[in-house]
Structure formats: structure tokens, C-alpha cells
């Protein structure tokens, strides 16, 4: 029961003495738990907003199979409008977000896991406010946790946008990907995607964290401001982040289309280089920083939010 007073900001103390509702209390729940749900939440939210981009950023970075203006006058921008154009000529809107189960199946578990892992982490370390360093090691080791448990996802993910294969389901992706190629053909590219998530999400963090930690407190505290500030934040730590992590994305994206072609991230490299130059790394950065920039900025103010309502900080 409720009583006026007390030390809770609203106004309202629990009243000790009269019986409580365990099945109700959000107590009951781990904090680790509450925080895969609230990153799940968040996930879901951000993936399905911005899946047009990272299927652009897919098609950009597989040329050959879609629009050579990428190329022209080594210029990005051109490519990424006219596959926009494209897609919605030929497949029309739906066509944007092609590949959309596989990205569900893949970023609302991941970015569960992420901020479940991030959280679990922090609890050990016992600190809430992280040092540079501690903000770079945290983000590494939890992304890396979830990058690993869900690579066939992501192999899949992949391939479904590029265009060069037919899949008719996820499951079916799963069996045909394993009697063609083997348990390799599942977690092929999991280097260079650890190479790109773990830098990027370590990266990021810090630039969050640090970005949050020079603003006033009274101004992150204060509801109507609150969510504009968090997510000003992800726009600041995601553009530096995805600009450092893009020449990885590449090379994921290569080893996942053309496993076959390209067994290591050095065969990749080298393709890339010889063909394109040193500007062959950076295909897809433009929708690719927007993509990773909003979704993890939506994904961080959404999250904020949620275990603040929860009473997870």
C-alpha cells in the first residue's frame, strides 16, 4: 500500500507492514534480465525503423550486382540513391525491407544481449561511470559475446539483402547454408564481423559515456530534456565510431556473399584494394553511418528510458 511522503521522488513511500503482490513487483525480475528486455525493446524499435539503409549498405558494397554508378568519380552518394531508386522501382517499398526477418531474428536478441552483457559487466566492475578505457574494454567484450552467438543469423542476414541468393525462410537459409558449406559456411565472416561490432561498440560507448559525463547532471535529470540529450549523444558517438569501422564491414560483407572466393579477411583486402583502392574500403559508409548512427542512438534513448521507468538505475 501507498502512503503520502516518504523517500521516493514522487511524493509516494510503500507502506512495509501491508502484504504485497510478488507476482506484480518488478523486483522479482534480475536486473540482467530486465535489462536484455529493455535492449530487446529498443532493438526491435531501431531495426525495423532503419533496415532500408543497412539493405543499401549491403547492395553498395556488392556493386557488381547492382548499380556501377557507385563508382562514378569515386563518389558514394550517387550509388546510394539510385539502389534506393531501384529497389522501389523493381520491389517496390516493401522492397526496402527485404530481409527484415533475419534482421529481427538477429538485432533484437543481439542488442538484448548487448545491453544484458553490458549491464552484467558494470555490476562486476562496480562502477556506474566508466573511464575511457573501461568504456572501450566493456563495449569490446559484450558485443563480442553476442557477435559470436549470433553469426549464422548474421551470414544469413547478409545474404538475404545482397540479392545474390534465394532464400525462402530463415530456417530454410539455416539447413541449405549447412549442407552446402558445413558448420564454416555458418560462421563465415566472424572475424571481420567482430573486427567491426567490437571496435564500433567499444568505441561507442566510450563516446556516449564520455559525451554523458560532460554534461551538467540536472540537465540528463530532467525529463523534458533528457531524451533529446541521450540521443544528441548517439549522434555524436556513432558517427566517429561507424567512420572507424567501416573498412571491416566491407570485408565481412565480401567474405559472407563469396565464401568461396574469399576464405580470410586478407583475400578480401587485397580484392578491395586492387580493384577499387583505398576508397573500396568505405563503400556503404554513408548509409551505413546513418544507419548505425540513428539505430544506436534509438536504441541507446529508448533503453535510457525504459530502465529508468523500471528502476534499473
Not at 572501450?136 to 559484450?142: I, Q, R
Not at 559508409?285 to 534513448?301: F, S
Amino acid at each position: 500500500m501507498l502512503q503520502p511522503g516518504g523517500a521516493f521522488s514522487n511524493g509516494w513511500a510503500i507502506d512495509t507492514t501491508a502484504p504485497v503482490d510478488v507476482n506484480n513487483s518488478n523486483d522479482n525480475y534480475h536486473p540482467v534480465f530486465k535489462a536484455f528486455l529493455a535492449g530487446s525493446f529498443s532493438g526491435t524499435f531501431s531495426t525495423i525503423l532503419f533496415q532500408p539503409l543497412d539493405l543499401v549498405k549491403t547492395r553498395l558494397q556488392n556493386p557488381n550486382q547492382h548499380v556501377v554508378a557507385a563508382t562514378v568519380n569515386s563518389r558514394i552518394q550517387p550509388g546510394m540513391i539510385t539502389i534506393f531508386a531501384n529497389i522501389v522501382r523493381q520491389e517496390h517499398i516493401a522492397g526496402l525491407w527485404r530481409g527484415m526477418v533475419p534482421s529481427i531474428a538477429r538485432c533484437v536478441p543481439g542488442v538484448g544481449l548487448y545491453f544484458s552483457s553490458l549491464h552484467w559487466l558494470k555490476s562486476k566492475l562496480g562502477k556506474e561511470n566508466l573511464g575511457p578505457m573501461e568504456a572501450v574494454c566493456l563495449g569490446v567484450l559484450a558485443r563480442s559475446m553476442s557477435g559470436v552467438a549470433l553469426i549464422p543469423i548474421t551470414v544469413i542476414k547478409t545474404r538475404y539483402e545482397s540479392g545474390v541468393y534465394k532464400y525462402n525462410s530463415l530456417s530454410g537459409a539455416l539447413k541449405t547454408i549447412y549442407k552446402a558449406e558445413g558448420i564454416k559456411g555458418l560462421v563465415c565472416g566472424l572475424g571481420p564481423t567482430l573486427a567491426r561490432d567490437a571496435p564500433f561498440s567499444g568505441l561507442y560507448l566510450m563516446f556516449y559515456t564520455q559525451t554523458k559525463q560532460a554534461l551538467p547532471k540536472e540537465w540528463l535529470n530532467t525529463p523534458s530534456t533528457a531524451s533529446v540529450l541521450h540521443f544528441s549523444c548517439g549522434v555524436v558517438a556513432g558517427i566517429a565510431a561507424s567512420l572507424a569501422t567501416n573498412p571491416a564491414d566491407v570485408l565481412k560483407t565480401k567474405m559472407q556473399l563469396y565464401p568461396d572466393k574469399f576464405p580470410n579477411a586478407f583475400s578480401a583486402a587485397v580484392y578491395i584494394h586492387r580493384t577499387y583502392g583505398v576508397q573500396g574500403y568505405f563503400k556503404g559508409a554513408v548509409p551505413r553511418m546513418l544507419r548505425r548512427t540513428l539505430m544506436a542512438a534509438v536504441a541507446w534513448t529508448v533503453f535510457e528510458e525504459i530502465t529508468r521507468s523500471i528502476g534499473l538505475k
